[in-house]
């Protein structure tokens, strides 16, 4: 028997398929394997956002119970921004949680997704790191997170090369790459704190 | 040629006006046509098994799934087809879709006709003697839908015609000693 949760990703996926309004909105889907159950989706960042130019893969998991549950969704491209986690790509947003409805589908979970890198929403964070330099030192923030959209998501777009040097400075220390930059992300870009936190 | 590729054409537009169509009929939760379909008091449509089962799955915060609006197994419309196959189909699963609500529509009810022959009976001035017939009137012939013999109505129009033929009675004895 065909289930519900299957049956419904067949017609989803052919709706966002066909819809020229969300290749307009540059979002895609992709199956991952035949029982529907996983998927790859890909949005845009919106223009006139730090995250404009960049590319993000984002996982999801169809759970069995789906629609009556949500899809279990997670970046998979590094992205600083205060609803998402920069270690693990984990998502804070109410309607993959306790908002959602059964009536919504994968095409609004990545319009929404779409409409979270634009409008963050720093009192419900998932990164209290992120969330707190949102608000205390926006500029460095947007700094950051046009970085991360160059370096991460393929932007082409600004790249701050004053944060590639420190972020070298510090992989010549022989710290990772990518730790080396959550660091000085977390600590404002200043060399001997984040020194101090990788050390710790 | 031409003919044979218009008529394609034609068939292909109409199968498409026809899928546009159903769409307007399916459930906003497996977005399937609507089978055992209800509607919400927001006016959203439903299976009625995929409404129960999101229903069930969040009974603390139910809420229409498309527009949030408040909504209960309480306050949901079956919608009944033309060929409603209800009878045919056990749900086993799900309890029975909530039944319609059929409100009668207003008529002339027993007291309504009963006064009327009694106005009738004062303007001909034979009063007693056609109150006496229309009163047996209603018990030998119906005027009106009867009710189900054992019914509470039934019940009561045959107390009410007794209570008449009574007061009828009376009148004329009445009549006759003065
Ligand atoms: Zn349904
Ligand atoms: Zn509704």
Not at chain 1, 53 to 79: A, S
Not at chain 1, 149 to 169: C, H, M, R, W
């Amino acid at each position: 028997m065909v289930s519900i949760a299957t049956a419904r990703i067949k017609r989803e996926f052919k709706e966002v398929v066909t819809s020229d309004e969300l290749t307009k909105c540059k979002i895609k889907l992709e199956l991952l394997n035949d029982n529907f159950t996983e998927l790859k989706g890909e949005i845009g960042g919106p223009p006139d956002t730090p995250y404009e130019g960049g590319t993000y893969q984002l996982e999801i998991k169809i759970p069995e119970t789906y629609p009556f549950n949500p899809p279990k969704v997670r970046f998979l491209t590094k992205i600083w921004h205060p609803n998402i986690s920069s270690v693990t790509g984990a998502i804070c947003l109410d309607i993959l949680k306790d908002q959602w409805a059964a009536a919504m589908t994968l095409r609004t979970v990545l319009l929404s997704l779409q409409a979270l890198l634009a409008t963050p929403e720093p009192d419900d964070p998932q990164d209290a790191v992120v969330a707190n330099q949102y608000k205390t030192n926006n500029k460095i923030f947007v700094k950051t997170a046009r970085h991360w959209t160059n370096i991460y998501a393929g932007s082409t777009l600004a790249a701050e090369p004053e944060f590639d040097s420190k972020v070298k400075q510090l992989i010549d220390m022989g710290f990772d790459n990518h730790k080396s930059r959550v660091a000085l992300s977390s600590h404002l870009w200043n060399v001997e704190h984040a020194i101090e936190s990788l050390y710790n | 040629m031409v003919l044979v590729e218009e008529d394609r054409s034609k068939s292909e537009n109409n199968s498409n006006e026809k899928n546009a169509d159903n769409s307007q009929y399916e459930c906003n939760i497996c977005l399937d046509t609507a089978r055992d379909a209800v509607i919400s008091l927001c006016g959203h449509l439903f299976c009625w098994p995929c409404l129960h089962k999101w229903l069930e799955t969040r009974p603390n915060n139910q809420t229409c799934p498309v527009c949030k609006s408040a909504i209960s197994k309480e306050k949901v419309i079956p919608l009944y087809g033309r060929n409603c196959t209800d009878k045919k189909d056990p749900r086993d699963k799900v309890p029975p879709r909530p039944q319609g609500q059929r409100t009668e529509a207003p008529r002339n009810n027993f007291f309504g006709s009963g006064l009327d022959g009694l106005h009738v009976s004062f303007g001909i001035g034979a009063f007693p003697f056609s109150f006496f017939a229309s009163t047996f009137n209603i018990t030998t012939e119906n005027r009106m839908p009867a009710p189900a013999p054992g019914s509470t109505q039934y019940a009561e129009e045959q107390f009410l015609s007794r209570i008449f033929l009574i007061v009828a009675i009376i009148f004329i004895i009445w009549i006759l000693l003065a």
